[in-house]
């Protein structure tokens, strides 16, 4: 890793000890889409969390220096879920298409979005303008995804991500058009998941397209 950067994969109930990273996660979050994007969206003084933070069912990929968080995102599998009564939610996808998501169209998906033990989605991306720090959370990402033996991953991110995925040769494949509300235009999209060799050999290139030297903070994905 560059500059003593690691990344901690973080789970109930099994990395409790290290749950600080997340609480610094979700404060980073609230500092990036709140602060500076201002998206009105759920949050606290400190913090930024919504529905699909709940219960034993995110994993958390976080970036950090010492104990410090430079970025992090968030993976759901599909075949969650949660809620009680008339309503009961699954990931931020599919929600958004069944109507469940007011702040989300519902037409972001052309067909119905899948449910499956396979299919994960990666939501709340998030990193300082760092292609290190980028690099390291897509390929945490990947790894983590392939030892769940997990086939896809779905995306709802700006309509810039999918253009760098397609870059770092991922098989991208659209699920929508390109949508939008007032906090911008979005699009969904799925990538498989690769073997860790031939993901890491595919990142090489990320330092060329992000450029080096640049400041500020990165929010990829919703």
Known sequence: MHRDLQTAVLRLPQTVRD???????????????VDHKGWPIFHTDELEFDNYDGG?????????????????????RTDGRFGSGSVTYSYMIRDAWLGLLP????????????????????TRFVAAREPEVVEALLLAANDFLFTESADECLFLGSRAFPRLARMLGWDVQL????????????????C???????????????????????????????
């Open 192 to 222: 498989p998941v690769m073997d860790p060799a031939t993901a890491l050999t595919k990142c090489r290139g990320l330092d060329r397209l992000l450029g080096r030297g640049t400041s500020g903070m990165l929010p990829i994905l919703s």
């Open 56 to 76: 034993f069912d995110p994993v958390y990929i976080v970036a950090h220096r010492g104990r410090d968080v430079v970025g992090g995102l968030r993976l759901k």
């Open 19 to 33: 749950w600080d990273l997340v609480a610094k996660f979700l404060a980073f979050r609230k500092e990036i889409f």
């Open 103 to 122: 702040g989300l169209p519902q037409n972001l998906c052309a067909v119905e979005p899948p449910v499956s033990t396979s299919v994960w989605e990666m």
């Open 175 to 190: 699920m929508g058009e390109v949508v939008g509300n007032d906090d911008g235009k979005f699009v969904a999209f799925r």
